[in-house]
Every structure is written in structure tokens, then in C-alpha cells.
């Protein structure tokens, strides 16, 4: 459980701790069961070479979910998530860390507009984004 954060408690420039995740490959074949995605690039290592991939990749719908769960966290339990957006514009593989990190880009009133992203162990980024929340105000 995440501390609630308050809308007075953060600043333009404020980074958000870091999040990091390490897909295992059975996660990923559970993953693909779970939401009926048969592409074999994400539980088949031989049938990825075939695409072109050095290894299974992870999908980018769960990396979604991560970065998801990463605002959701920050913004504690009385906030709420207005909008989320990314572009998945690297491939991300199992058993490696995935590091997900964030800074505050503008406070009005009580939104706030986060710049968001994934990057894998070597520090590039896999997956840009943005997202608005809505932080409640101490109540003074």
C-alpha cells in the first residue's frame, strides 16, 4: 500500500521513486493464456528467432499494466488516474529489469501531468508516456 500523496506535496521538476519489474518467462506464458494472445514471440523462443528476436518478448500490453500500476501507486489510494498514454517503442525480455520512473511536469489546482517511462537495464527507454491525476487536498 502506497502513502497518499496530496496535491500540496508536489512540485514541477519532482521525480517519482522508481518501479522496477523482471518478467519471468512463465509469467509471460501465463500472461499470454490470460488475455488469449497466441503469438508465439511471447512464449517461444525458437519461434521468436523466426520473427527476428533475440529471445521471447514481453508483451507490451503488461508493460501497460505496470506503468499503470506505477502512476496508480504514486498517486495513493484517494487519487485518481484522468488519463494514461504510451507508445511501446522498444522490446522489452524476461528475466531482465524493467525500471519504470516518472517526473511531474505541471500542478493546476488539483491535476497533476506526469511524464512516464520504461526503461530496460542499459537505461533506454522502451516506453514514453504521459499521465494526469487527480490528488486530493489537505484538509486543513
Do not use: C
Amino acid at each position: 500500500m502506497s502513502t497518499q500523496r496530496h496535491t500540496e506535496d508536489v512540485t514541477v521538476g519532482q521525480e517519482m521513486a522508481p518501479m522496477v519489474k523482471n518478467a519471468s518467462r512463465a509469467q509471460l506464458f501465463l500472461f499470454s493464456a490470460a488475455t488469449n494472445n497466441p503469438h508465439r514471440i511471447h512464449y517461444d523462443r525458437e519461434y521468436a528467432a523466426v520473427e527476428g528476436h533475440p529471445d521471447v518478448l514481453v508483451h507490451g500490453p503488461l508493460q501497460g499494466a505496470w506503468l499503470s500500476q506505477f502512476v496508480t501507486e504514486w498517486a495513493g489510494q484517494a487519487g485518481r488516474v484522468l488519463g494514461l498514454s504510451w507508445q511501446n517503442r522498444g522490446r522489452a525480455f524476461p528475466e531482465r529489469e524493467l525500471t519504470f520512473k516518472g517526473r511531474v511536469t505541471a500542478v493546476a489546482d488539483d491535476e497533476v501531468t506526469l511524464e512516464i517511462w520504461e526503461e530496460d537495464e542499459n537505461g533506454a527507454v522502451l516506453m514514453p508516456g504521459t499521465a494526469r491525476v487527480r490528488l486530493p487536498r489537505r484538509i486543513s
